[in-house]
């Protein structure tokens, strides 16, 4: 069965970083692109970042370009995102989940929940 | 990227069909045919429901069909059921989300 649980979320200030985590299992990790996709209050879905399978290659929405920073380490199955300087309006869920190419999701972990205090 | 464009809100009765539309550009949904679907209930996690414009994962009921037409996508599903009552999104690579519909089952 495959498994992503995401950890790390939190209440931070705002100007403050946070580092999610998601441990992945009941894939071959290793071989799959993986991103980050958050959902503000009451809002919709919105992919933030995504790695490839070696790390090689990273991709950002523009919002969080040179304060996100997103990465893995395949020999824990995990995948990370750091966030640095955050803002009130990256207050959301931010779900992990395997991207089975060309921006398809077709597994999620439950989301943790990041609020940024003004 | 924009977001791509859906209704707020479509509703339908048991048993009835609906289709969400979901509208882009030739640069998104009209240059790929890598359209995908989810659906979300109230504090869950989205599900994958339809990819590829119109292939549907394992365990997915055939009552959900895609198809796509230029630069706009849809989603039918037909024979409604009271647990098909979610919030749907599409996403397009190469990359953003539609803004989202809440499908009411009346």
């Known amino acids: 069965e495959v498994q992503l649980v995401e950890s790390g979320g939190g209440l931070v200030q705002s100007g403050g970083s946070l580092r999610l985590s998601c441990a992945a299992s009941g894939f071959t990790f290793s071989s799959s692109w993986m991103s980050w996709v958050r959902q503000g209050p009451g809002k919709g879905l919105e992919w933030v970042a995504k790695i490839k399978q070696d790390g090689s290659e990273k991709n950002y929405v523009d919002s969080v370009k040179g304060r996100f920073t997103i990465s893995r380490d395949n020999a824990k199955n995990s995948l990370y995102l750091q966030m640095n300087s955050l803002r009130a309006e990256d207050t959301a869920v931010y779900y992990c989940?395997?991207?089975?190419?060309?921006?398809?999701?077709?597994?999620w972990g439950q989301g943790t929940l990041v609020t940024v205090a003004s | 990227q924009s977001a791509l464009t859906q209704p707020r809100s479509v509703s339908g009765s048991p048993g009835q069909s609906v289709a969400i539309s979901c509208t882009g550009t030739s640069s998104d949904v009209g240059g790929y045919n890598y359209v995908s679907w989810y659906q979300q209930h109230p504090g869950k996690a989205p599900k994958l429901m339809i990819y590829?414009?119109?292939k549907r994962p394992s365990g997915v009921p055939d009552r959900f069909s895609g198809s796509k037409s230029g630069n706009t996508a849809s989603l039918t599903i037909s024979g409604l059921q009271a647990e098909d009552e979610a919030d749907y999104y599409c996403c397009s690579f190469p990359g953003p989300f539609g803004g989202g519909t809440k499908l009411t089952v009346l």
């Open positions: 590829d414009v119109s």
């Open positions: 989940a395997r991207d089975k190419g060309w921006q398809t999701f077709d597994y």
